[in-house]
């Protein structure tokens, strides 16, 4: 993969000397470790099942639809395979139905995607997984992020990243793209690092730094 994958404890390293609002973070939060999962079809739909939902119902509504698929897993034919209506029945909304039915037939008519995707930059992988409909910005980067372990991707339109920030760099810290920049620009290399500390750091109920 043309920009490395991500080692957790350079990445520590470097941001706790970058930034002190990283360094307080990392102080007052469970000792940091990164899930990661396979880079896979099965990763794109957890994704789009999570888009704009809590992590409960969005694991909820994942685990019907595996249920529901059977022994054969969640898989581009397993999708094609059934209706609509079940995959609507398993809790997914009918533009996420959608979603899920294009990004199967995408899958079918290009099966070496993901192989080729590994090869690539994080910005070709980017561009490369908003062309298939229901992948935007926000679910691109969290698949480059979390299953393709590039190092240096800032999640942006995350919700829960922006809070944080707005939080501990004052408000109004993420209103413009000059002022967001002032902040990130000193994470890089290991911008994918920083918004998990983010991540972290809200899961543990933004403990005063």
Known sequence: MGNGQLDLDKALKYLVRADPVLKSIVKVIPKLTFSYREPNFEGLVRIIINQQLSGAASRTIFSRLKNTLGENGISPNAISSVSSAVLRGCGISRSKTVYLQGLSKFFIENSEFLNELKQKDSESVIEELKRIQGIGEWSSRIFALFYLRHPDIFAV?????????????????????????????????????????????????????
């Open 157 to 209: 339109e995350d919700t829960s990243v922006y809070k944080a920030i707005e939080k501990l760099y004052g408000e109004g810290s993420t209103s413009t793209q000059n002022s967001l920049d002032q902040i990130t620009n000193k994470w890089v290399p290991f911008r994918s690092t920083a918004c998990v500390l983010f991540w972290r750091w809200i899961d543990f109920g933004m403990p005063d730094l």
